[in-house]
């Protein structure tokens, strides 16, 4: 339990988790708008640079269960803030990275903090809150990933347009350092009275209620990444955005994102499976229509916002929907959701490489589109088959 403080101040706690959930993502998904300068600086493609996302992926799927695993009962204090030290240290490498091999490298380290800030960020906020306060904490610590999803691009396509890619992730490292102070003036020590081991996240993996919320935030992300990661290429190539458009583009998609995660844990709170359900068919038809409608800028622009609403849902209802299918494991099914997740982003975005090198990048978003409607149908399924926790609206 977090030491005993003010109601106040473990708010604000939480809080500070939300904003390093927020650096961290914002910081792995900051390439994507920056594929173009990337690519050009070291001479390869861009979908080649695309491995600068593909990454952190990896690195974070294998670290989010052996984190949890390795962690025990040390203190979340010391971890949380470990990992945002980390992030600090890999945008610095990044920043000053030679070669794109010391880029990658740089990458692989943030992996390793995302995956294992994320895995105790959002059972943390739980724990520095009254029981019945849990959900709201889930939600405000989620809402920093959510963000940080949909901000990375834009912050990364302004910020490349202003001072260059490099100086991009320079100033990423800076706010990823005042994070590190914040957290170290906020956070509560938070004590843990059991430890995890492999044979208990394979029982969580085995569970089936938590099995199918792994497929579906899988499939959701998977499909996301498959069309978001080349989202930058696509407006500047297909629709012709010049910088501005391309700016005012990508704030709508941010924008839209924000408010995404107010809707979503809104309309997750009775029935996580029919609110991810609702969210991943609003993600399959927005992206569909933003390849449709290249040649007109207004519904290009409000296909945008519908899609950066729709994913700005996902994380939350997704969680929402692992807490309550098993709130006494929810550390462990976090670590399993964060390994899901990041996996489906890897792959979506070298998969969506492969498509959008080979063919050209509408069938990345075609193939975007399809993995996004196996979500809503998975999601779907399952919201007919809920428990009576689900069907009384109850949520712990």
């Known amino acids: 339990m977090a030491a005993n403080n003010s109601s106040s101040s473990l708010w604000m706690a939480v809080l500070s988790l939300s904003i390093g959930t927020f650096a961290l993502v914002t910081t792995e998904f900051l390439p994507i708008g920056l594929l173009s300068y990337i690519a050009d600086d070291f001479g390869i493609s861009p979908g080649a640079a695309g491995f600068l996302v593909t990454m952190p992926g990896f690195f ?42 010391v880029a990658v490298a740089g990458r692989a380290l943030l992996g390793i903090s995302v995956g294992g800030f994320w895995t105790f960020a959002a059972a943390a906020g ?13 939600s405000i610590v989620m809402t920093g990933i959510s963000v940080g999803t949909v901000v990375g691009v834009p912050l990364g396509s302004a910020l490349g347009s202003l001072l260059g890619w490099r100086l991009a992730f320079f100033a ?23 430890s995890q081991s492999f044979r208990d996240l394979a029982r969580v993996a085995g569970d089936r209620k938590l099995a199918v919320a792994f497929a579906a935030i899988a499939l959701a992300a998977g499909g996301h990444f498959t069309a978001y990661t080349y ?6 190539r297909d629709v012709g955005a010049g910088p501005t458009e391309l700016g005012w583009m990508l704030a709508i998609f941010g924008g839209a994102g924000i408010a ?24 399959a038809a927005s992206i569909f229509a933003t390849v449709c409608a ?73 193939a975007a589109t399809a993995l996004s409607m196996f979500c809503a149908l998975l999601a779907a399924i399952s919201s007919f088959k809920r428990s009576p926790d689900y069907l009384s609206g109850t949520m712990k």
């Open 260 to 283: 995404g995660t107010f809707i979503g844990e809104r309309i997750a709170s009775k029935s996580p499976p029919t609110g991810t359900a609702i969210v991943a068919i609003a993600m």
């Open 231 to 236: 989202l930058e290429p696509h407006l500047v």
């Open 172 to 194: 990423v490292a800076i706010l990823s350092l005042v994070v590190v102070l914040i957290q170290a003036l906020v956070l509560p020590k938070i004590f843990m009275t059991a």
């Open 294 to 366: 290249s040649s007109n800028l207004l519904i290009e622009s409000l296909a945008v916002a519908a899609w950066g609403t729709a994913f700005g849902a996902v994380p939350v209802c997704v969680q929402l929907w692992t807490y309550s299918a098993s709130p006494e494991r929810f550390e462990t099914s976090s670590a399993l959701t964060v390994s899901m997740f990041q996996i489906a982003v890897a792959a979506g975005s070298l998969g969506g490489g492969f498509l959008a090198d080979g063919f050209g990048i509408r069938f990345a978003f075609m």
């Open 126 to 138: 739980r724990r520095l809150v009254e029981p019945q306060d849990g959900n709201r904490a889930t």
């Open 60 to 101: 974070a799927a294998i670290a989010a269960p052996i984190c949890t695993v390795a962690a025990g009962t040390v203190d979340r204090r010391i971890l949380l803030l470990g990992f945002t030290i980390l992030l600090t240290v890999s945008n610095l490498i990044v920043a000053s990275a030679s070669s794109f091999e």
